[in-house]
């Protein structure tokens, strides 16, 4: 008998967003991160768009996503938002980037072994893998609807050194230069 190790499923989720201030058809895309089975964080304007479109009305949640011909496999689960919460700060104003944060409770939890993302402080200078991934809008995929943007996940990471005490590092937000697109969420993993 041998001893196979167990692969983890992702815990990365697809985000297909719909608005109630968005009048024509369509939706918007985004990433989200379990950080419990049921609980996810995301970027504030995933849930609250200064663009018009206001409040998200229904979030549609997946694991394993890989464009729309994929929602029938066995391999993805689908849940829908049941709680969604943002920072009264990222209410009040656009500006306000650094409470630019959310969470949404999915109406049951995924199942499965997932890897999922803790929280730490991040210290004031260091060095670290800056990873980008989720479901960028500028990659497309063939589908039988036809070509679809964000249907694919995608990642790159790039090691660096940072400080957030550098003289013009604003709001202690980092500053990187890796390939980003609308769509995708931002991981830190440091190096010891």
């Not at 890897?115 to 063939?142: A, I, Q």
Request: aromatic share 12%.
């Amino acid at each position: 008998m041998t001893n196979k190790k167990r692969k983890k499923k992702t815990a990365i989720v697809k985000l297909i967003i719909s608005y109630e201030g968005r009048k024509e058809k369509g939706y918007a895309m985004g990433t989200g991160w379990l950080i419990k089975p049921d609980l996810m964080v995301t970027a504030g304007h995933n849930v609250f768009n200064w663009d018009g479109y206001g409040k998200a009305k229904e979030i549609k949640c997946f694991i394993g996503y890989q464009g729309s011909d994929s929602v029938t496999l066995p391999s993805v689960q689908f849940r829908l938002a049941k709680t969604i919460v943002t920072t009264a700060e990222w209410m009040q104003s656009r500006e306000n980037r650094h409470r630019d944060v959310a969470f949404i409770k999915v109406d049951r939890p995924f199942d499965g072994d997932l890897r999922l993302f803790s929280y730490k402080s991040t210290p004031v200078t260091g060095h670290f893998m800056l990873g980008v991934v989720g479901y960028p809008g500028d990659k497309t995929m063939d589908t039988e609807a036809g070509e679809e943007n964000g249907a694919e996940m995608y990642e790159m990471f790039a090691g660096q050194k940072y400080s957030l005490d550098e003289p013009g590092t604003r709001l202690s937000m980092l500053e990187y230069y890796i390939s980003t697109f609308g769509g995708e969420f931002l991981s830190l993993s440091f190096k010891s």
